[in-house]
């Protein structure tokens, strides 16, 4: 309902998008959260919200993908996202990038790729070193 409602701008509706997938992941609820991001990402008018939002939205379902026991997807999703980033600061662009070379890691050793995600990891630690991603890899 407020979707159609003026006073919700865009903008206002993607941020609380991302706080109820936040909400539905931490109560154990991730397909729901990854249907709903999902959805929100392909919707029409979905280019034209804000960078960072859709750049954390594009990780958010990489790593829903992931946690729901979907690591195919996981690995497609992780592998796009850095299309995603265009438009961002930098910091903010070198973070997300780092996070979703994570969760391609993880979706390598979730196929049972072992060799590919240590080679990512690698990857990860010397092109992001000190990023946030580096030290949890």
Do not use: T
């Given at each position: 309902r407020l979707a159609t409602d003026a006073r919700f701008d865009p903008t206002t509706r993607w941020?609380?998008?991302?706080?109820?997938?936040?909400?539905?992941?931490?109560?154990?609820?991730?397909?729901l959260a990854l249907a709903r991001v999902g959805r929100l990402r392909v919707e029409p008018g979905a280019e034209t919200?804000?960078?960072a939002l859709r750049a954390r939205l594009a990780w958010l379902e990489a790593k829903l993908a992931r946690e729901t026991g979907?690591?195919?997807?996981?690995?497609?999703?992780?592998?796009?996202?850095?299309?995603?980033?265009?438009?961002?600061?930098?910091?903010?662009?070198?973070?997300?990038?780092?996070?979703?070379?994570l969760v391609a890691a993880e979706a390598f050793f979730d196929l049972?790729?072992?060799?590919?995600?240590?080679?990512?990891?690698q990857k990860l630690?010397?092109?992001?070193?000190g990023s946030e991603a580096a030290l949890q890899s």
């Open positions: 941020q609380a998008e991302w706080n109820l997938a936040r909400g539905l992941q931490a109560a154990g609820q991730g397909e919200r804000p960078a979907r690591p195919e997807d996981a690995l497609r999703l992780a592998r796009l996202a850095p299309e995603q980033f265009a438009g961002l600061e930098a910091p903010a662009a070198r973070e997300l990038a780092g996070l979703s070379r049972g790729r072992a060799d590919e995600a240590v080679a990512e990891l630690r010397a092109e992001l070193a």
